[in-house]
């Protein structure tokens, strides 16, 4: 007998995670997971989803808590045995109108959307299985030509963020670079933005690029597909609510996912 598939979506109790775990359990022929850091916001909303007459599971995902996504990984292991589809939905975005200082705001964005992101791909990604689907939601902010600091160091950065042999560990020193910068205050002066979600959707979108090509060189599992989409300006938390977007249209993408109809 075929293994009952998987799929997992981090973030899930709000916003475009809700939409996407909710458009799953319509779509897909499988368990759902939704994961949420919030064990109270997370149940409430399956609860709110098992009114509407869908039937996810919940458990508990901390995405910048090595402990919580080890736990996480042996769940889905001891119970399921793989995974076959992984939603990225995982974020945090600071206010335009914040008044931590740059160097702060740098360290929690890059630390939870992209390392946040890496390490729960690098527990999970090795449990999935063929066929399986990565789906690492970014923005149009992880649009290369965003990475518009002072030239020509932007430039190189560019050059460097498309490169097609750019290493995970390469990027992550990006990544690194981009903190300590902003933390001492020359990172538009080498070639970074003034934008630290920019530079964590960038980084996502790069970090999608190497997952693809790792899966491509892998005898070991066929029809692997990593996706990095932009849901669009929605109107969520996120965006104080100013996206022009509902979470409807900006889950709309989801149409171009392979999942298998129920």
């Not at 690492?136 to 600091?149: E, F």
């Amino acid at each position: 007998m075929a293994a009952v598939k998987v799929a997992v979506v981090t973030g899930g109790n709000k916003g475009i995670g809700y939409a996407i775990t909710q458009g799953l359990c319509d779509r897909y022929n499988g368990t759902v997971y939704l994961t949420a850091r919030d064990e109270n916001r997370g149940r409430e909303a399956v609860a709110k989803l098992n009114k509407l007459g869908y039937k996810p599971l919940f458990h508990q995902l901390d995405i910048e808590d090595q402990g919580s996504i080890n736990r996480f990984k042996r769940f889905i292991e001891e119970t399921h045995g793989g995974l076959d589809v992984l939603v990225n939905n995982a974020a945090i975005a600071y206010k335009n109108d914040s008044t931590d200082p740059f160097g702060k705001q740098a360290e929690d964005t890059i630390r939870i959307n992209f390392f946040g992101v890496l390490n729960t791909c690098r527990a999970l990604l090795p449990l999935m299985r063929s066929h399986g689907r990565v789906v690492n939601v970014s923005s149009s902010c992880g649009h290369l030509l965003r990475i518009n600091g002072q030239e020509p160091q932007a430039a190189e950065l560019r050059t460097k963020l498309s490169s097609p042999s750019l290493t995970e560990e390469e990027l992550c020193d990006i990544m690194r670079s981009f903190v300590k910068a902003a933390n001492a205050g020359n990172h538009y002066e080498l070639g970074y933005p003034n934008s630290c979600y920019v530079v964590s959707k960038v980084g996502v979108s790069a970090l999608s690029q190497i997952q693809q090509r790792t899966f491509d060189n892998d005898t070991s599992r066929v029809d692997m597909v990593v996706n990095h989409v932009h849901p669009g300006y929605v109107d969520t938390d996120m965006t104080s609510h100013k996206g022009p977007l509902t979470i409807e249209e900006g889950t709309s993408c989801k149409e171009n996912f392979k999942f298998e109809k129920k």
